[in-house]
């Protein structure tokens, strides 16, 4: 079965454009959670979306947004981006049932700001 | 920092041997599991402990939980240069989605 695919693998940016990443979950999984990975902060939540709906927030500015579609696919969209957005942005899905949450990382998109 | 914490940062042993990664979290947990991660991709689950557990084995890998202390390890026998990569561990407190990952240990194994 299709794992989880994200789009685009990499991309560059300048400071203040905007950029939107894409993830399309397994198939019949309802959660999607997307994390930022960066050396000096590690693997941080930003946020998890389960039948559309955002159920968690982590603590990122506004300025990160995202959203779920009715076939589970998610896209998260960073505006006015900063040099400290370059990351590797990392979705990942999931059944969503409490206690039980494995999660199934895609690649990532690399996002470099300049 | 809502993060755990892993020692060793880095560890670098010859195939053959065994490798021993420890981490400590902060909050209570539901379970804790662990992920590896090959040079800047995707996580891959490897293993998960429910905070009832105090001990879990799944082919080369033994994990151990200890609650009252916080912590857990993992254990890596007669390791491979397959295993080279970087290794979180990860805790669930309940929120769907949201796992709180500590720093990581990056492991190399020399063949």
């Known amino acids: 079965k299709a794992g989880v695919t994200q789009t685009p693998r990499y991309l560059i940016k300048t400071r203040g454009q905007q950029v939107t990443l894409s993830c399309s979950p397994i198939s019949g999984h309802r959660s999607v959670s997307w994390y930022q990975q960066t050396p000096g902060q590690g693997l941080q939540f930003l946020f998890e979306?389960?039948?559309?709906?955002?159920?968690n927030k982590g603590n990122f500015p506004g300025r990160f947004s995202g959203r779920q579609f009715s076939n589970s696919r998610s896209e998260m969209n960073v505006s006015t981006l900063e040099l400290g957005d370059s990351a590797l942005y990392l979705c990942?899905?999931?059944?969503?049932?409490?206690?039980?949450?494995?999660?199934?990382f895609g690649a990532g998109s690399r996002l470099t700001v300049l | 920092s809502q993060q755990g914490e892993e020692d060793p940062q880095a560890l670098s042993i010859q195939e053959g041997e065994n490798a021993t990664m420890n981490c400590s979290y902060k909050t209570s947990i539901n379970n804790l599991q662990w992920y590896r991660q090959n040079s800047g991709r995707g996580l891959v689950h490897l293993i998960l402990i429910r905070s009832n557990e105090r001990e879990k084995h799944s082919g080369r890998l033994r994990v151990t939980l200890d609650t009252s202390k916080k912590s857990s390890s993992l254990l890596i026998t007669a390791s491979r240069a397959a295993d080279t990569a970087s290794y979180f561990c990860?805790?669930?407190?309940?929120?769907?989605?949201?796992?709180?990952f500590g720093q990581g240990t990056t492991l190399q194994v020399k063949p």
């Open positions: 990860a805790t669930d407190s309940g929120n769907t989605g949201k796992l709180i």
């Open positions: 979306y389960f039948s559309e709906t955002q159920r």
């Open positions: 990942a899905s999931s059944w969503g049932v409490a206690g039980a949450n494995v999660l199934t």
